[in-house]
């Protein structure tokens, strides 16, 4: 199956600096790849689908200016937190596309444990 | 209205049973439907996926889908330990391929 690779898988930063996300697609190309925060006990929510070669889609609520989203290859797709505080500390998680032919499920990577102090 | 919706939990059985996790969703045009369990800490990872109406076996897991009544489940048989998780359901909404995910049953598998 499809592999996506997540990178780092935590980081701990300080309030007001800025920390990038990385997340490569490894076998396969990838126009289109989705980027979720979970916070503790609660499900996983879109932030915004990531087009290569075009600007990010954000969803309703999400600051674009904070999240920085950069798709510049059809296998990496990067994540920036731009002036991180305590209340973006949660679980970023990224994934390939649920595609268009049936039985191809959403390729998720490891995840990104991120904690601002 | 959530779109998906799942009871929370935690739902309990013993090792052994069958584990009945239920959701529904609210977009009548929904067309893939999938199970997911997450251990904590972790990325979620596909159980099942469905895309019809009816019974979906794999292994000891079953998916159900009645589109009619907008209702998808999964079925564990001979639940394990193992098997604790949190399960997360989810819908593709027919439109740029994302998924909207339910909040997740908590499932303990007492041995």
């Known amino acids: 199956g499809a592999v996506v690779s997540q990178h780092p898988s935590w980081v701990i930063c300080k309030s007001g600096t800025s920390v990038k996300i990385e997340c490569r697609s490894l076998d396969f190309q990838a126009t289109t790849m989705f980027w979720y925060r979970q916070f503790p006990k609660q499900s996983l929510m879109l932030m915004a689908t990531?087009?290569?070669?075009?600007?990010?889609?954000?969803e309703q609520g999400v600051e674009k200016d904070k999240f920085l989203i950069n798709h510049a290859s059809l296998t990496l797709s990067t994540l920036t937190v731009t002036s991180a505080h305590p209340e973006d500390s949660s679980f970023y998680i990224c994934?390939?596309?649920?595609?268009?032919?049936?039985?191809?499920?959403?390729?998720f990577g490891q995840g990104t444990r991120l904690t601002v102090v | 209205q959530k779109e998906v919706e799942q009871n929370s939990g935690p739902l309990s059985v013993p090792e052994g049973a069958i584990a009945s996790l239920n959701c529904t969703y609210s977009?009548?045009?929904?067309?893939?439907f999938f199970w997911y369990r997450q251990y904590s800490g972790k990325s979620p990872e596909l159980i099942m996926s469905?895309?019809?109406?009816g019974d979906k076996e794999d292994g000891r897991f079953t998916a159900q889908l009645n589109k009619a009544s907008q209702y998808v489940s999964l079925l564990i048989r001979d639940s394990q330990p193992s098997d604790s998780a949190t399960y997360l359901c989810?819908?593709?909404?027919?439109?740029?391929?994302?998924?909207?995910f339910g909040a997740g049953t908590i499932l303990r598998v007492k041995s």
């Open positions: 989810a819908v593709n909404g027919g439109y740029g391929n994302k998924l909207v």
């Open positions: 977009d009548r045009v929904s067309q893939s």
């Open positions: 990531s087009n290569e070669g075009s600007k990010a889609t954000y």
């Open positions: 994934s390939g596309p649920t595609g268009a032919v049936r039985d191809t499920e959403a390729f």
């Open positions: 469905i895309y019809s109406n």
